[in-house]
């Protein structure tokens, strides 16, 4: 291999090596990707989007996205739904990702007394965050409860709350929409406090 070719080959290992952006595990968030939005026939419903090198946030999986996560290198799955929505998606989403021998994370929320959205649902998130081994899939329905909890998580990261905006509302933030039934958006309810910048309809 003569010099230039090793010189191409280093220089396309060093720029890899710089575009890295690692969200799970992190202390800290100090560089936001903008989230590529993928395609959601026969995978997913509504939304699916990567974020960095190891982050995917969707809306619900069908089986044979929860096979393909497997094969991208998924390592744990989050779930956001109630039990109730749950019981309506035609298959044992726990069972095969247990079958799949990937890990399950059930934090069920749906803006309600019984299962709020709150401090205690973004420390449950945070929590998982900081144990997976590998990359993580963090679903609901259709990316609405998901883009909340983590534009949520990455505030308390640290990151500035108009590029969070900005980012939440590209995968499915629907801020001017909807809001929960508390009148609030989710993100402040995770957070426990007004979010300034947030569109309100």
Not at 2 to 10: D, H, M
Not at 62 to 85: C, F, Q
Request: proline share 6%.
């Amino acid at each position: 291999m003569n010099r230039p070719t090793l010189l191409v080959i280093a220089t396309a290992l060093i720029a890899g090596a710089a575009h890295a952006q690692p969200m799970v595990r992190q202390d800290s968030i100090r560089v936001l990707p903008a989230p590529a939005l993928l395609a959601t026939a026969g995978m997913f419903q509504e939304r699916y989007a990567k974020v960095g090198d190891d982050l995917f946030i969707a809306g619900q999986p069908t089986e044979r996205a929860l096979r393909e996560m497997k094969a991208l290198g998924v390592t744990t799955v989050i779930n956001l739904r109630s039990p109730e929505e749950m019981g309506r998606i035609g298959f044992d989403e726990p069972a095969l990702i247990a079958e799949l021998g990937m890990k399950y994370v059930y934090i069920p929320m749906r803006g309600t007394e019984a299962l709020p959205y709150s401090p205690a649902g973004l420390r449950a998130f945070a929590e998982a965050m900081k144990a997976a081994n590998g990359k993580v899939l963090l679903h609901c329905t259709i990316a609405w409860r998901a883009s909340h909890l983590w534009g949520a998580y990455l505030i308390e990261q640290g990151v500035p709350v108009a590029q969070v905006l900005e980012h939440t509302r590209a995968i499915n933030l629907m801020d001017g929409h909807r809001m929960s039934s508390s009148g609030k958006q989710p993100i402040e309810e995770f957070l426990g406090r007004p979010v300034a910048g947030l569109a309100r309809h």
